[in-house]
């Protein structure tokens, strides 16, 4: 059973603890026992374990670019109701790609059930799945209280894994400007 990371990117105020939950309490099989930091997942008659990490925007450069080359898959979170969230977003995806030339990423918009909340959105659905578009991602929205979309995101992103097709392709390496951008924010040159 091979085991496949899943690395969760957003806004500090978006709630990703609570995707996490919801994501780790869709064990798929009840035969199989995984430990609690993975999830049993059946994609295409394939038995995989899947593991997700959280990963802060504030996370050490280092530390961030090392979980970035170990993910397998990416999951962008944002509020629909908090445009910096989905700015975070943009720029994290950034980061990912400095580190990643291929990667799969889904873009999910997390939005409240309660009613006052919808009143407040900001961020319109066909923006950001123009924006997903762009990044030849899939876009999801999800209420975290009623576990809507949350199977469709995972199934999505894992079908992509399994059959090694890519959500965003860049022709090439990483190129010349980003690495040296890379050594600069590492102050390896003045």
């Not at 969230?85 to 799969?104: A, G």
Request: proline share 1%; hydrophobic share 35%; charged share 30%.
């Amino acid at each position: 059973m091979s085991v496949q990371k899943i690395i969760i990117v957003g806004d500090k105020n978006v709630d990703k603890e609570s995707f996490k939950n919801k994501l780790m309490n869709l064990q798929r099989d009840s035969n199989v026992s995984t430990e609690n930091r993975f999830l049993s997942w059946t994609i295409n008659q394939q038995q995989l374990k899947v593991e997700f990490k959280i990963v802060e925007p504030d996370e050490l450069p280092a530390v961030r670019d090392s979980f970035y080359r170990s993910a397998n898959g990416f999951i962008c979170v944002f509020d629909v109701n908090d445009e910096q969230s989905l700015t975070t977003v943009k720029k994290m995806r950034e980061q990912i790609l400095i580190v990643r030339s291929q990667t799969r990423i889904i873009l999910v918009g997390i939005k409240s059930n309660n009613i006052e909340q919808k009143k407040l959105r900001k961020i319109k659905k066909k923006d950001a799945k123009q924006l997903a578009k762009t990044w030849k991602a899939e876009h999801f929205e999800t209420i975290i209280e009623g576990n809507q979309n949350i199977e469709n995101c995972l199934n999505v992103l894992m079908k992509a894994i399994i059959e090694n097709k890519h959500t965003r392709l860049v022709s090439g390496r990483t190129s010349l400007k980003n690495t040296l951008d890379r050594f600069k924010y590492y102050n390896c040159f003045n």
